[in-house]
């Protein structure tokens, strides 16, 4: 054989031995038709979906004197969470926010396993969504395969372009919302209707709604199994006392089908009727009957599956259930396995997620709401002025962080006769912040060259329990 690019004789490859086959290093994907399940866990999961997305489509649409009440405008650098205006010098906040989620992520994830995953995670919630629009459309799992197999026709195309619409729909609807915590909602639809909407939101509107119809619609479980980081990292706060989705191997085993009417432990077989119902429902479609594997959200789809074919069969429900690896092993009962939640570990998460979550409100509570910065006039240091007055000039940055107007008083304190010369009163605007001048003078006398430690005082006019003292340095030549 001749190398194609070069006409060469190319290397000959051995043939593989008996024993050598070639494995490829990628998963060739296998289409997953999960069928619809109902029960009380499929319940929990779409209260979830709806308390979810009500928060998500809702919020920005609300208000909260006169603006949007949930705005993070990056332009103005202000972040506006209802009566609350955060600035930049408030970056410790979202620091603490981010530790807090983060916290409360392992806390629930040693006690409870991926909880997070199964009813809370965006990737679970539009997943859910987008499979209920798919069945309303093409139907359920068996009327879905059948439709996927039969040959091109305008019935099939017809459900396809629909779907495909619908999700494209939702997908925009959900881009549009994210950008419009960014851009006030509003404007944001206006300019849609109008068809003047900037570059950066159409975007970040369709990179958003991209991303939502790719996950939700074609990845689906590829995102949890392959992209995820949580995914990985998780089974670092999983014990053996870590409440998780488990098929009681001991209650089921030998599977196998049979009749109703016949006394099957007679017969040697365990509760499993082996009718694949669990694996059915499962949106990563693993057999969970083969142990905790790393595929499995903990949706708890295979429990409402089973508890119903336990149901028919007049058998105990729980065959799968909401168990931990110790409870399994030594056939504890649940208040034995109840008695292991709170060990250390859980202490810790606890006693951290606490003691962060408490010193962020108690900071938060005593926020004041007026920021100071002073700037020296490096192009005057210090100078005498009439009257032989050593003078140094400064800028005061003031920022109220209220959303009503406030007079704001300037005071310097720290050396004998030291005043101000120049205004003393200033009025900053709601949420806004002004850089005012600022002259502050001495009597030469009694006072040495050099450098001496002062403070200026920024205080409300009409509230002096609002008020800011920063330190700075006055110099005398
Ligand atoms: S649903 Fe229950 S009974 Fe049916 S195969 Fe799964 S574990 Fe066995
Ligand atoms: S095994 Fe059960 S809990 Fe795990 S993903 Fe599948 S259906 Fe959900």
Not at 83 to 106: K, M, R, S
Not at 302 to 331: F, H, K, W
Not at 403 to 423: M, Q
Request: glycine share 8%; aromatic share 12%; net charge positive.
């Amino acid at each position: 054989m001749n190398d194609r690019l070069t006409g060469t004789p190319a290397p000959q490859t051995p043939a593989p031995s008996a024993d050598e086959t070639e494995v490829s290093l990628y998963e060739v994907r296998r289409k997953i038709y999960p069928r619809a399940v109902h029960g009380l866990f499929a319940a929990w999961r779409w209260g979830l979906v709806w308390l979810t997305q009500l928060i998500f489509y809702g919020t920005p649409w609300l208000v909260w004197n006169e603006r949007q009440a949930v705005l993070f405008d990056l332009g103005a650098r202000k972040f506006y969470i209802f009566g609350l205006v955060f600035w930049p010098q408030d970056f410790i906040y979202l620091t603490a926010l981010l530790i807090i989620a983060a916290l409360a992520l392992f806390l629930f994830t040693a006690v409870g396993g991926r909880l997070w995953c199964g009813y809370a995670c965006p990737q679970t919630v539009y997943t859910e969504i987008f499979m209920w629009v798919e069945r309303k459309i093409e139907g359920d799992r068996a009327a879905r395969m059948r439709l996927d197999r039969a040959p091109a026709s305008a019935s099939k195309f017809g459900r396809k372009i629909a779907k495909h619409g619908v999700w494209i729909a939702i997908a925009l609807w959900t881009g549009l919302t994210f950008v419009g915590y960014f851009t006030p909602i509003r404007e944001l639809l206006r300019e849609v209707a109008t068809a003047s909407l900037g570059p950066w939101e159409t975007f970040w509107i369709l990179f958003y709604g991209v991303a939502t119809y790719g996950n939700a619609g074609w990845m689906r479980e590829q995102v949890c199994k392959y992209m995820c980081p949580y995914a990985r990292f998780q089974s670092a706060m999983f014990d053996k006392d870590t409440m998780i989705v488990t098929y009681d191997e001991h209650r089921g085993e030998p599977r196998g089908a049979r009749s109703k009417k016949i006394d099957y432990k007679a017969k040697g077989f365990g509760d499993c009727v082996d009718c694949s119902m669990c694996v059915q429902v499962c949106p990563t479609g693993i057999d969970i009957r083969q142990g905790l594997q790393y595929e499995c959200i903990g949706c708890a789809a295979c429990i409402d599956a089973c508890d119903q074919v336990m149901d028919r069969m007049g058998y105990p429900q729980g065959l799968i259930r909401y168990s931990t690896t110790n409870a399994i092993e030594n056939r504890w009962d649940s208040r034995q396995m109840r008695a292991r939640v709170f060990r250390p570990r859980v202490f810790v998460y606890l006693g951290i997620l606490v003691a962060v979550t408490a010193a962020a409100a108690v900071s938060l509570h005593g926020r004041v709401p007026l920021k100071v910065d002073v700037l020296r006039d490096r192009t005057s240091l210090a100078r005498e002025v009439e009257g032989g007055r050593i003078e140094n000039v400064f800028r005061l940055q003031i920022m109220n962080t209220r959303e009503t107007p406030h007079r704001f008083k300037v005071s310097a304190s720290g050396l004998p006769t030291l005043g101000v010369a120049s205004e003393t009163e200033f009025e900053i605007p709601a949420a806004t912040s002004k850089q005012v001048p600022l002259r502050l003078q001495i009597d030469r006398g009694g006072v040495s060259a050099g450098s001496h430690k002062i403070d200026l005082e920024v205080t409300d006019v009409d509230d002096p329990s609002v008020a800011v003292k920063e330190r700075s340095v006055f110099l005398v030549r």
